[in-house]
């Protein structure tokens, strides 16, 4: 196979995402028996909030049937934005890959209809245990942000994806949320707990919470049947919509293919398909057929709802199919009893649900946009505003301007299946922040984002950055409605493109790699970038240094840049003669200003693109080692940026496929075999091994990285037998024991001690080996807290005239992350076989 695994699914995404529908910010009108089923929504007064840790955890099938089905206000609350996972689609990871799955869950929620609520809590890696979880988290802050969305919400029934019970049985985060799930269940009652929430909120006791349990979670289906079912509740959600013309589960299914960042894309099936609930806490329901069974659901549970109820049941009696317009007095009236409601809860809700009903009967389309996708600070932007009636209704529309938007006519009548165009400008405020996500403005720790504005907490992004404020007047009533502004455009192969506006800095400046390595003493060229966002006259650029280290030169002047406008500089950076590391940044100074920002896109198909604005700032990094192997051979696994590493640390690397390695590699000082290796290429590794036997044999140096203990047996590692197990240590931090401290591969050529181990990235590694051949010599030891020592993560062996080294730490992340030490692991690795030439021959010497 030529492509590798990855190449192909993305090749097979990128196809399915251009072909697919576009985002959410394309403008849908309901369909007549679509707004008979909101109307019938209108009745219901009940809410379900859906808990669990990531994006993709949720049970969308549940949670479209809670929305659908039940016509019940749900919400799902992941923890996490899922910055943790993988990316199938593109090169974003950590906190750009949570910009893109809050995007995907809120695409997922547009289909299936519930809303989207997060907590600060950061997706930063694998944990066993919730309590290495709760570690990193701050449990307590968490919990706040839960007990918020609780108190805003007012779920009648809060349902756990997982189970609270059983620590250790899966993801630590998964068990955490269903934990802290059962806490904030009473915490959100409780007054003296966040008290200061309460000056804006009331407490909330969710009457009941249950876990979404399923056989899986009994190890098997047969020990599921058995199991005592008392607390169980079925549920049907094979439900079919006629008004939509789709099942629940196809519904389901659409809103799941929106994880196409995780590769997730779903079938949808049809027929009855039943889920479990179980009972935990709070009053028992009183008819196991209905989950909200007990609850009061209906306009009685709010003061003045029995009328509501009355009129709303006229509505639904009298809806004309073929004309809905016909519903608007009644509905008018039904507002007005609204309107004088005590209750601020369910007035605020169902006013808007109303509204939107009312809006959508009329066939309103209200567009604003700018035929550009980036403005700064101080421009004056032109908008088109499109105002369009597609029913038999006459009514007005009017602009309300403001400072910042002034608008050519204010009052617009709309006659039957009319459409106005108005045009209006947009002053962007002088001093005005470039967009980004609100979350990601400050510094946040390993496990939680961090942001002052606790009002914000919950919401999935940044509200538009401008909006138009109009009111509709229909028969005597004022609708409040605010367009946001977009950037629309016509794609000749997309066709319609609606995205975000955003505001950028008036010019953006950007070094081109995060991370550099300085293997020696030589000066290295960093190219830095700078975009003009708007004309600029003239200006100059500087990359500025850490302590002892130099560039030149000291500045670049530029002049004249059109906006749009880039241009690469080239600066040469010096390192110290010592070891070292640091920041270097970017600053553009134009007059007074400085600029030290850069912008970083994110364009999909299937999510409106995304913008972050952050800081100027790349690590360059000299770990002062001495490297011996001058040429590698890189075999690649399942994907990563090793190879790159040893490159940069002076070696001359040779990458293949695993069934493209050439018959002689007695020329390569060491082979290294990349991440998943004989996991992705199992075959092509098998047929390998005769001629990495023999390279090692006769003297060479062969490194394999971590493969996971799945279908692994242990002769797939080559002559010495190596049996994998899913042991892991996940704490960075761990403490690492130099079992062998004499070992050459921890005395040459560079001195390994435990300060090497310092500054280590998101784990130590992975699926180490638990039993090993004995011509292998365990190296280091290190475990988890309240684990015992596993010895596993390096081991070497000396076989024929040369070395094996198998290795599950984490290379693949320390050394693109710029950890020193690793990149002296690394070098005296590769070096093992290497004769130390400065002996001889002091010229030779290649100290760097
Ligand atoms: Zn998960």
């Given at each position: 196979?030529?492509?590798?695994?990855?190449?192909?699914?993305?090749?097979?995404?990128?196809?399915?995402?251009?072909?697919?529908?576009e985002?959410?910010?394309?403008?849908?009108?309901?369909n007549?028996?679509?707004?008979?089923?909101?109307?019938?929504?209108?009745?219901?007064?009940?809410?379900?909030?859906?808990?669990?840790?990531?994006?993709?955890?949720?049970?969308?099938?549940?949670?479209?049937?809670?929305?659908?089905?039940?016509?019940?206000?749900?919400?799902?609350?992941?923890?996490?934005?899922?910055?943790?996972?993988?990316?199938?689609?593109?090169?974003?990871?950590?906190?750009?890959?949570?910009m893109?799955?809050?995007?995907?869950?809120?695409?997922?929620r547009?289909?299936?209809?519930?809303?989207?609520?997060?907590?600060?809590?950061?997706?930063?890696?694998?944990?066993?245990?919730?309590?290495?979880?709760?570690?990193?988290?701050?449990?307590?802050?968490?919990?706040?942000?839960?007990?918020?969305?609780?108190?805003?919400?007012?779920?009648?029934?809060?349902?756990?994806?997982?189970?609270?019970?059983?620590?250790?049985?899966?993801?630590?985060?998964?068990?955490?949320?269903?934990?802290?799930?059962?806490?904030?269940?009473?915490?959100?009652?409780?007054?003296?707990?966040?008290?200061?929430?309460?000056?804006?909120?009331?407490?909330?006791?969710?009457?009941?919470?249950?876990?979404?349990?399923?056989?899986?979670?009994?190890?098997?289906?047969?020990?599921?049947?058995?199991?005592?079912?008392?607390?169980?509740?079925?549920?049907d959600?094979?439900?079919?919509?006629?008004?939509?013309?789709?099942?629940?589960?196809?519904?389901?299914?659409?809103?799941?293919?929106?994880?196409?960042?995780?590769?997730?894309?779903?079938?949808?099936?049809?027929?009855?398909q039943?889920?479990?609930?179980?009972?935990?806490?709070?009053?028992f329901?009183?008819?196991?057929?209905?989950?909200?069974?007990?609850?009061?659901?209906?306009?009685?549970?709010?003061?003045?709802?029995?009328?509501?109820?009355?009129?709303l049941?006229?509505?639904?009696?009298?809806?004309?199919?073929?004309?809905?317009?016909?519903s608007?007095?009644?509905?008018?009236?039904?507002r007005?009893?609204?309107?004088?409601?005590?209750?601020?809860?369910?007035?605020?809700?169902?006013?808007?649900?109303?509204d939107?009903?009312?809006?959508?009967?009329?066939?309103?389309?209200?567009?604003?946009?700018?035929n550009?996708?980036?403005?700064?600070?101080?421009?004056?932007?032109?908008?088109?505003?499109?105002?369009?009636?597609?029913?038999?209704?006459?009514?007005?529309?009017?602009?309300?301007?403001n400072?910042?938007?002034?608008?050519?006519?204010?009052k617009i009548?709309?006659n039957?299946?009319?459409?106005?165009?108005?045009?209006?400008?947009?002053?962007?405020?002088?001093?005005?922040?470039?967009?980004?996500?609100?979350?990601?403005?400050?510094?946040?720790?390993?496990?939680?984002?961090?942001?002052?504005?606790?009002?914000?907490?919950?919401?999935?992004?940044?509200?538009?950055?401008?909006?138009?404020?109009?009111?509709?007047?229909?028969?005597g009533?004022q609708?409040?409605?605010?367009?946001p502004?977009?950037?629309?455009?016509?794609?000749?192969?997309?066709?319609?493109?609606?995205?975000?506006?955003?505001?950028?800095?008036?010019?953006?400046?950007?070094?081109?790699?995060?991370?550099?390595?300085?293997?020696?003493?030589?000066?290295?060229?960093?190219?830095?970038?700078?975009k003009?966002?708007?004309?600029?006259?003239?200006?100059?650029?500087?990359?500025?240094?850490?302590?002892?280290?130099?560039?030149t030169?000291?500045?670049?002047?530029?002049?004249?840049?059109?906006?749009?406008?880039?241009?690469?500089?080239?600066?040469?950076?010096?390192?110290?003669?010592?070891?070292?590391?640091?920041?270097?940044?970017?600053?553009?100074?134009?007059?007074?200003?400085?600029?030290?920002?850069?912008?970083?896109?994110?364009?999909?198909?299937h999510?409106?693109?995304?913008?972050?604005?952050?800081?100027?700032a790349s690590?360059?990094?000299?770990?002062?080692?001495?490297?011996?192997?001058?040429t590698?051979?890189?075999?690649?696994?399942?994907?990563?940026?090793?190879?790159?590493?040893?490159?940069?640390?002076?070696?001359?690397?040779?990458?293949?496929?695993?069934?493209?390695?050439?018959?002689?590699?007695?020329?390569?000082?060491?082979?290294?075999?990349?991440?998943?290796?004989?996991?992705?290429?199992?075959?092509?590794m098998?047929?390998?091994?005769?001629r990495?036997?023999?390279?090692?044999?006769?003297?060479?140096?062969?490194?394999?990285?971590?493969?996971?203990?799945?279908?692994?047996?242990?002769?797939?590692?080559?002559?010495?037998?190596?049996?994998?197990?899913?042991?892991?240590?996940?704490?960075?931090?761990?403490?690492?024991?130099?079992?062998?401290?004499q070992?050459?591969?921890?005395?040459?050529?560079?001195?390994?001690?435990?300060?090497?181990?310092?500054?280590?990235?998101q784990?130590?590694?992975?699926?180490?080996?638990?039993?090993?051949?004995?011509?292998?010599t365990?190296?280091?030891?290190?475990?988890?807290?309240?684990?015992?020592?596993?010895?596993?993560?390096?081991?070497?062996?000396?076989?024929?005239?040369?070395?094996?080294?198998?290795?599950?730490?984490?290379?693949?992340?320390?050394?693109?992350?710029?950890?020193?030490?690793?990149?002296?692991?690394?070098?005296?690795?590769?070096?093992?076989?290497?004769?130390?030439?400065?002996?001889?021959?002091?010229?030779?010497?290649?100290?760097?």
């Amino acid at each position: 196979m030529k492509n590798n695994f990855f190449t192909s699914i993305i090749a097979l995404l990128v196809f399915s995402t251009a072909v697919a529908q576009e985002n959410r910010l394309a403008q849908k009108q309901p369909n007549t028996a679509e707004i008979y089923h909101h109307i019938e929504k209108l009745g219901f007064l009940g809410t379900a909030l859906y808990v669990a840790a990531h994006p993709d955890d949720e049970n969308t099938r549940l949670i479209s049937w809670l929305a659908n089905d039940k016509m019940a206000r749900t919400g799902y609350l992941s923890l996490t934005r899922g910055d943790g996972g993988q990316n199938l689609i593109g090169p974003q990871l950590r906190e750009q890959l949570g910009m893109i799955r809050t995007q995907e869950l809120l695409e997922a929620r547009y289909i299936d209809g519930g809303q989207q609520f997060f907590t600060r809590a950061n997706d930063f890696g694998y944990s066993k245990h919730p309590d290495e979880t709760l570690e990193i988290w701050n449990e307590q802050e968490v919990m706040e942000d839960m007990v918020r969305i609780i108190r805003e919400f007012q779920p009648d029934v809060i349902i756990n994806r997982f189970d609270h019970r059983t620590p250790g049985s899966t993801h630590g985060h998964h068990t955490a949320s269903a934990m802290l799930s059962m806490k904030v269940f009473e915490y959100a009652a409780d007054k003296t707990m966040y008290a200061y929430q309460l000056k804006e909120l009331d407490t909330w006791q969710a009457p009941r919470v249950y876990f979404n349990t399923s056989w899986w979670f009994y190890g098997s289906e047969e020990a599921f049947d058995k199991s005592d079912k008392t607390n169980l509740l079925e549920i049907d959600a094979g439900t079919y919509y006629p008004y939509k013309g789709l099942s629940n589960s196809e519904i389901a299914a659409l809103s799941r293919s929106q994880h196409k960042s995780q590769g997730f894309g779903s079938s949808g099936s049809r027929g009855s398909q039943t889920e479990y609930l179980e009972y935990l806490k709070g009053s028992f329901p009183t008819d196991k057929s209905d989950l909200f069974s007990g609850i009061n659901t209906t306009w009685t549970r709010v003061k003045g709802g029995s009328r509501i109820q009355t009129l709303l049941n006229a509505v639904i009696a009298s809806y004309n199919f073929k004309n809905p317009t016909a519903s608007i007095p009644a509905l008018l009236e039904l507002r007005n009893n609204l309107e004088n409601l005590k209750d601020k809860h369910w007035k605020k809700i169902k006013l808007e649900e109303l509204d939107q009903i009312l809006l959508d009967i009329c066939g309103v389309y209200l567009e604003a946009s700018v035929n550009t996708s980036t403005a700064t600070a101080g421009e004056s932007i032109s908008v088109a505003i499109e105002l369009t009636n597609r029913s038999n209704e006459t009514f007005q529309i009017s602009l309300l301007p403001n400072q910042i938007l002034q608008t050519e006519e204010n009052k617009i009548p709309l006659n039957k299946n009319d459409s106005k165009s108005v045009k209006a400008s947009l002053q962007i405020p002088a001093i005005y922040e470039a967009s980004t996500p609100y979350y990601l403005k400050e510094e946040g720790s390993l496990g939680m984002y961090q942001f002052k504005d606790r009002k914000l907490t919950g919401q999935p992004e940044t509200a538009p950055d401008f909006v138009v404020r109009t009111m509709m007047e229909i028969q005597g009533t004022q609708l409040y409605r605010e367009i946001p502004i977009i950037h629309k455009h016509t794609d000749p192969v997309r066709g319609e493109v609606n995205e975000p506006f955003y505001i950028v800095p008036e010019v953006a400046v950007s070094i081109q790699n995060p991370v550099y390595i300085f293997s020696g003493d030589d000066a290295q060229p960093i190219q830095v970038t700078i975009k003009a966002n708007k004309k600029m006259p003239q200006g100059n650029l500087e990359l500025l240094p850490p302590d002892g280290w130099h560039i030149t030169p000291q500045d670049f002047g530029f002049e004249n840049l059109e906006k749009g406008e880039e241009k690469t500089y080239t600066f040469q950076v010096q390192p110290p003669k010592k070891a070292s590391r640091g920041v270097i940044s970017g600053l553009v100074k134009i007059g007074l200003q400085t600029f030290n920002q850069e912008v970083i896109k994110i364009n999909y198909d299937h999510i409106p693109d995304q913008q972050l604005v952050r800081n100027s700032a790349s690590q360059v990094v000299k770990p002062g080692l001495i490297n011996r192997a001058n040429t590698v051979a890189y075999i690649n696994g399942a994907g990563d940026d090793v190879a790159q590493a040893i490159e940069a640390i002076g070696s001359k690397v040779f990458k293949f496929e695993p069934n493209e390695v050439p018959d002689d590699l007695s020329k390569y000082d060491a082979v290294v075999v990349g991440i998943r290796a004989f996991n992705v290429s199992e075959n092509d590794m098998d047929a390998l091994q005769p001629r990495l036997d023999s390279y090692v044999n006769n003297g060479g140096t062969l490194l394999m990285q971590y493969n996971t203990s799945r279908r692994i047996s242990p002769d797939a590692l080559g002559p010495l037998p190596i049996t994998l197990s899913r042991k892991r240590v996940t704490d960075e931090n761990a403490t690492v024991t130099i079992l062998e401290p004499q070992h050459k591969i921890m005395t040459a050529p560079n001195a390994i001690t435990s300060t090497d181990f310092t500054g280590w990235v998101q784990e130590r590694g992975l699926y180490f080996p638990e039993q090993w051949d004995a011509a292998f010599t365990p190296i280091l030891g290190m475990n988890d807290k309240e684990e015992e020592m596993t010895k596993g993560s390096l081991l070497v062996a000396e076989y024929g005239a040369g070395h094996i080294i198998y290795t599950g730490l984490s290379l693949f992340r320390e050394l693109p992350a710029g950890v020193s030490g690793a990149y002296k692991l690394l070098a005296n690795i590769i070096s093992i076989g290497v004769e130390d030439q400065s002996i001889e021959n002091e010229d030779g010497k290649r100290k760097l």
